[in-house]
């Protein structure tokens, strides 16, 4: 997956491709996140047996162990241990795929994934991924889905609908609670969900052990900052003496949350010999990990501290963002605070203010940057994007063109606001050394494939392999492998290979700038060392192969590594344990303007820059000789990279902005 993936907050706006992804797909897919709660499983489970309603062939899917508390929730019992192979994955209710545990693999393995959410931290991983933050759970954005779909609601989907939305509102009582939630309930009574059911088995049907835990842990309550920090634990040796589970923890944040005039409750979970999972509430414009907002906050003027907000206001809030702002929800893993017998609290010491600060520190700002990558065999380009989302801990991370994983080089790593840039990144050329077996044939064109004998290439020289290779640079036409992400009639022609079939593709056009002979074995199979230059969409899998039917004894690429990418070269770039191992590893990021480099700048004044940020076009100073006109860079005067636009006589209009 790569930069191109789609992104839709409106359900009617994706409704069409969603559609269409689902009339390729033989086996889909329903993925909930690792313990699943309400909304994660009852969208899975809704959206399989809607699916299975109109004749596909769907599989609930939950990482293990599975949710025992929710098996109540209808279909249950449906749940697959191992599902078969997947040509369509849906996921339910997850921002990142580090939630999805032992499943995180179905993402990256499966042909074509629609990642379905309403959180705004939603980090963007699927090929469509339709995240409405305005709603109130993914339950709601499920059901318009499948509305949009024409797909039947049968009583039994309504009712894990009705879950989703009941649990994720907190019984609509949580302020992400809006009119539109509560007609939806209203709908999905009508379709058949049993109210007083759920709700029984939601909120009254806790075990013994279950409540046993949550007095433990209500005793251990502490409060901090006159009692707008609640925060409590669940150790193992508490589970031991409640003879719970730590499955059956999961009410008692929500139990912490009830506290006047809270505004951020935490619990920690011993998870084990050495982590400690973090469950964060909060409430109002506090942000749920900024714990140092805590001192700093003051209610709105004219609403007394610990007031309730008036309709209005919840309204004022549903309009900023939906459920991820009315009522933030975390779930991190850190090291592990102190647990057991206390000698210090792990809350107070992180939300303690230094005395000799009088204000905390800024939010951090977004990291923006180009990462050089120097990506090892082996490694795929969407796992090198994961493992740098998680490094860096930033969500905004993309690539600017796949290297197969036998494939070695420069794979650069855009993050935060750079991404804007990939479509500029795309247009540079590329530089790569590879190495060309002669006399051999592959059916995948690489060293991936079943490779068959060609013609005997004993009798190739030197100069001969020159004169055929110079026969290709130029402006060429190359024919896509069937083992590529070329799409006809909707599916990747790699997905086609796979089960055998071949079909008649059009040739696209190529750019090769150079090619050059390093080296030449010869041999009953030779090799031959190229160092090539290209452009955007060239195949160095299928140069290969055409200079070996040129030459009359066929040929494949056995070694490839990407050396240049633009201004980016291999000498610049690092390998991910190098940027593991960094104390800070934002120093091995280059600043965005590496990529676009080859564009005249304008440096602004204050005023101007901040119109920039905002989109709006500004008039620039007379040049002597004039400005260069068309696209341009904007920079502060301080040498920051704001935008990208275009020059038409005196006036700069930005088309992309990368600072806000």
């Not at 005023?607 to 068309?630: E, M, N, S």
Request: net charge neutral; with cysteine.
């Amino acid at each position: 997956m790569t930069l191109a993936q789609t992104r839709f907050t409106s359900v009617d706006d994706a409704a069409q491709e969603i559609r269409r992804l689902i009339d390729g797909a033989s086996e889909i897919g329903c993925l909930a996140h690792k313990d699943a709660d309400a909304d994660s499983l009852g969208s899975a489970l809704a959206f399989a047996e809607a699916l299975r309603d109109i004749g596909k062939s769907a599989h609930t899917i939950v990482p293990r162990p599975l949710p025992l508390l929710l098996r109540h929730l209808p279909d249950f019992d449906t749940i697959v241990e191992d599902p078969p192979a997947l040509d369509l994955l849906f996921t339910f209710d997850c921002a990142t795929v580090h939630r999805f545990g032992d499943r995180a693999g179905l993402v990256e393995t499966v042909a074509r994934v629609v990642n379905v959410d309403h959180h705004l931290s939603n980090d963007g991983f699927g090929d469509v991924n339709l995240v409405d933050p305005k709603a109130s759970a993914t339950g709601q954005v499920v059901y318009q889905l499948l509305r949009a779909l024409g797909c039947p609601i049968s009583p039994n989907t309504a009712t894990n609908l009705y879950a989703a939305l009941l649990t994720d509102t907190g019984g609509f009582r949580h302020e992400n609670t809006t009119e539109a939630a509560l007609r939806l309930g209203a709908d999905l009574v009508g379709d058949g969900a049993d109210p007083g059911w759920v709700a029984l088995k939601s909120y009254k049907s806790r075990s013994v052990p279950q409540l046993r835990l949550e007095g433990l842990a209500i005793a251990r309550l502490r409060s901090e900052f006159g009692g707008r920090l609640i925060w409590s634990e669940v150790t193992r040796a508490m589970l031991e003496e409640a003879g719970a589970t730590m499955e059956e923890s999961e009410g008692v944040i929500d139990q912490l949350q009830t506290v006047e005039p809270l505004k951020i409750a935490l619990l920690f979970k011993e998870a084990g010999p050495a982590m400690t999972k973090v469950s964060v509430r909060s409430r109002d414009e506090v942000d749920a990990l900024d714990l140092r907002a805590l001192r700093r906050w003051r209610p709105p003027p004219g609403r007394r501290r610990g007031a309730p907000r008036t309709p209005g206001e919840r309204a004022g809030a549903g309009a900023r963002g939906g459920a991820g702002a009315a009522r933030a929800r975390r779930s991190v893993t850190a090291s592990p605070p102190h647990l057991g017998p206390r000698r210090s609290d792990p809350a107070a010491a992180a939300a303690q203010p230094d005395p000799e600060e009088p204000e905390a520190p800024a939010r951090r700002r977004p990291v923006c940057g180009v990462l050089p990558l120097d990506k090892q065999p082996g490694q795929t380009s969407f796992a090198c994007v994961q493992e740098v989302r998680r490094i860096l801990r930033e969500r905004k991370v993309g690539h600017a063109g796949t290297l197969d994983p036998s494939a070695q080089g420069l794979l650069p790593i855009l993050v935060g606001p750079a991404t804007r840039l990939v479509d500029h990144l795309h247009q540079q050329l590329k530089r790569y050394r590879c190495t060309v077996r002669l006399g051999e044939r592959s059916d995948t064109l690489d060293s991936e494939g079943r490779v068959s004998p060609g013609a005997d290439a004993a009798g190739l020289d030197e100069a001969a392999v020159r004169v055929a290779l110079q026969g290709f640079v130029g402006e060429i036409t190359q024919v896509p492998p069937m083992h590529s992400a070329v799409r006809h009639e909707g599916a990747h022609l790699y997905e086609l290979a796979r089960r055998g079939e071949e079909v008649e593709r059009s040739p696209r056009p190529a750019l090769i700038v150079t090619a050059d002979l390093v080296a030449f074995r010869p041999g009953r199979v030779a090799e031959a060392d190229l160092e090539v230059e290209c452009g955007k969409g060239t195949y160095m899998r299928v140069l290969a192969a055409d200079l070996g039917d040129a030459l009359g004894v066929g040929g494949y690429l056995s070694w490839l590594e990407r050396t240049r990418y633009g201004a980016l070269g291999i000498a610049d770039a690092h390998t991910l344990a190098e940027v593991r191992a960094l104390e800070d590893p934002t120093a091995a990021l280059l600043p965005p303007e590496v990529v676009v480099g080859d564009l005249p700048a304008v440096f602004l004044g204050p005023p101007a820059a901040t119109q920039v940020r905002r989109g709006q076009a500004v008039f620039l100073p007379r040049a002597a000789g004039g400005l260069v006109q068309g696209e341009t860079r904007a920079h502060t005067a301080s040498g920051e990279l704001i935008a990208l636009g275009e020059v038409t006589g005196n006036r700069f209009q930005p088309t992309k902005v990368l600072a806000k």
